[in-house]
Structure formats: structure tokens, C-alpha cells
């Protein structure tokens, strides 16, 4: 253990509840940016990349770097400036549901300590479409909320029945589109009963119509916010084909790939970290085969190191993004990976 953090995480953050530990953390995190001078400090520490360094344009959008926050760490839209100044290029809030819900009981998230990963099942715990809006809108009303590039992950309300996922959906879009920089359609989760099945194209295709009109109706026609599907790693091949068939016939802007994997012995909820990677780098080769070079892919699972990064970006990526491997390796994390993928590109 050579780092200050991984000292810290070896003898005392290990030790508390995961859940536990990352309220701590978090807080942390936003009561230093809630100090401008400290957070002034801290945001040049960890710039993504070299001062005047050329931007990323993906998804309409002028990014400092191309690794940012995978949905999963700021459910409601409460440190995007905390994180923006921790050296992620963009952050994605969520996963957001039309109405407000606690989530699974406790406890609901392990850390597997000899595999660096994180299992949950944490179910959508957030406050709902409308505080994340409001939220949002504040961050929005300021300068660096402006400049900030932030996505919005949007998910099925529990409550809400199968046949009624395009109208829950859509009510989540509709509110929270003015805000997002881009939406993601989050269908891969394994801890809402059902989510999944709606990753078959015949029940996708109405969900992502639902969305998008919803999102168009919100911004009006000069204002397209891009909307991208969240597809699980356990999709067979031929099933990531359709959806990828699917986003080209919908005109949709990308896709996120992957989710947490179900593929473990470990008990319930999803496997995020590095046993993710190998297929997530499968499933992000494949989409880019098929959706070819104008359809944005974000790669997420597994990255832990920089060369995880740049992995993804060979493997197709436009965007990469993480959250296991922030747990582990501490807040200087993201900056590292960007700054290490902005050298390999020579910005």
C-alpha cells in the first residue's frame, strides 16, 4: 500500500459499511468544493488534461477529456461540482426514476475485495425526476453548471408495470431533458424485477420512441438532447446486434455499454469492477462493427487503470467511463486516466 488513499482505504475505509463509506466519502468530496479556494486547488491538481489542451467534441458537447463518471455514484444530482473538480470530464447522474423510491433493504452493497470489485443491488434508490430537475435546473442557473457536462440515467419507477414502462420513461425524460447533455436509457440494471426483458427490441422500440419524443416535446427543435441505451454485458451477441439495429433505426445517438453482470456466483445484484472487462470490451467492439463510425459508444465496466482506458478506446469507445475503480483507487483516479489518454493522443 503506497499511496496516502490506499492507506487509508486498507485501514479504515475497508472496514465500514460500503454504503457507509461512500456517504462519508461523498460528503467529503462536496464540503471541499463547497470551499472555493480549496476547490480551486484541488480542480487544478486534477485538470483532465494539460492547460490549453484541445477539447473531445462528442455528443454536441467541447469534453476536457474523454473518461468520466459512470451513473451509480450521484444518484440525485447533489457533488456534479465536488466530481467535475476530481478530474472527470463528465459526470452522469442516476440512475433517476420518474417518482422518488428508498431502493432495496440494507444491506445492498459489497465490496469483493480480492477481485476489486463491488456487487449491489441497490434498486433505483433515488429522490425522483422532479428533485433531480430541480437540482439540476440550480446547477444549470451558474457559470460552471454551464460549462459542465453532465448526463442524466433514467430508469424504470418499481412501482410502475411493465406495460407502462414507455409512459414512466417518458415522464422522466420530459423533466429532466432541459438539464442532461445527453440521456441515457438505463434497461440493464438487475435490480428492478423485469428490467431487463425490456432489453428485447419489442419492448424497447416503444420505450425509446416514448423517450425521445418526450425529450424533443421538453427542448423544443432547436434543442436535440442526444439519448443512448444502457445495454447489459449478458446480452447475447445476436441480442446486442438488435439493439444496435434498433438504435440505427431510431436515429439514435449511442449507446452505453456495458451494465453490472449477473454472471456470478456471489449472491443477488450485479458485479461491477474488473471481472466485467473482458466482455465489456467484447460488447463495445461488436456495437462499433455494427453501428459503425457516427453512432457514439461509451465503454464502461472494469476500467481500473489507465491501459483499462485505452483498452476500451481500441476496442471503439468514443467515451469511457468508471465508478468501481474510483472506490479503490481514490480521487485522483480519473485525472490520471484522462490525463494518460490525452498524452496517447497528443493533446
Known amino acids: 500500500m503506497s499511496s496516502p488513499y490506499a492507506f487509508l482505504f486498507h485501514h479504515v475505509l475497508r472496514r465500514l459499511d460500503p454504503e457507509r463509506a461512500h456517504e ?11 470551499v472555493p479556494p480549496l476547490r480551486a486547488a484541488v480542480a487544478r491538481a486534477l485538470r483532465p488534461a494539460a492547460p490549453g489542451a484541445a477539447p473531445v467534441h462528442v455528443l454536441g458537447r467541447d469534453l476536457p477529456g474523454r473518461f468520466g463518471l459512470a451513473a451509480g455514484f450521484d444518484k440525485d444530482a447533489v457533488g456534479v461540482r465536488g466530481l467535475g473538480m476530481l478530474g472527470f470530464a463528465f459526470v452522469e447522474v442516476g440512475t433517476v426514476t ?42 444549470r442557473d451558474t457559470p460552471w453548471g454551464r ?10 419507477t418499481k412501482a410502475t408495470p411493465e406495460a407502462d414502462a414507455p409512459d414512466d420513461y417518458a415522464a422522466s425524460a420530459h ?5 442532461a447533455d445527453y440521456l441515457v436509457v438505463n434497461v440493464s440494471s438487475p435490480n428492478t424485477p423485469g428490467l431487463r426483458a425490456l432489453q428485447s427490441v419489442e419492448s424497447l422500440r416503444p420505450i425509446l ?12 427543435p432547436r434543442h436535440r438532447v442526444p439519448v443512448l441505451v444502457k445495454i447489459a454485458p449478458d446480452l447475447a451477441d445476436e441480442d446486442v446486434d438488435a439493439v444496435a439495429d434498433l438504435v440505427l433505426e431510431l436515429g439514435l445517438e449511442g449507446v452505453v455499454a456495458v451494465n453490472t453482470t449477473i454472471a456470478h456466483d456471489l449472491g443477488e445484484g450485479g458485479l461491477s469492477g474488473p471481472p466485467v472487462l473482458p466482455r465489456g470490451l467484447e460488447v463495445v467492439r461488436r456495437l462499433r462493427d455494427r453501428l459503425g463510425p457516427d453512432v457514439v459508444v461509451v465503454g464502461v465496466g472494469g476500467v481500473t487503470t489507465a ?11 468514443d467515451l469511457v467511463q468508471g465508478y468501481t ?10 485525472a490520471r486516466i484522462n490525463r494518460a489518454l490525452a498524452r496517447q493522443e497528443g493533446r
Not at 462519508?24 to 463547497?34: D, P, W, Y
Not at 420518474?98 to 449491489?120: F, H, I, K, Y
Open 98 to 139: 420518474a417518482l422518488g423510491q428508498p431502493g432495496n433493504e440494507r444491506p445492498r452493497l459489497w465490496r469483493v475485495l480480492d477481485r476489486r470489485a463491488v456487487r449491489n443491488r441497490m434498486g433505483f434508490n433515488n429522490e425522483g425526476a422532479d428533485a433531480v430537475a430541480q437540482r439540476l435546473r440550480r446547477v
Open 24 to 34: 462519508l466519502g461523498f460528503g467529503l468530496v462536496r464540503a471541499v468544493a463547497a
Open 209 to 220: 420512441e416514448a423517450v425521445r419524443a418526450a425529450a424533443d416535446d421538453a427542448t423544443g
Open 325 to 334: 475503480g474510483f472506490i479503490y483507487e481514490g480521487p485522483t483516479w480519473a
Open 307 to 317: 491501459d483499462d482506458a485505452r483498452a476500451y478506446r481500441e476496442a471503439g469507445a
Open 175 to 179: 423533466r429532466l431533458a432541459p438539464f
Open 147 to 156: 460549462a459542465a457536462v453532465v448526463g442524466v440515467n433514467i430508469g424504470k
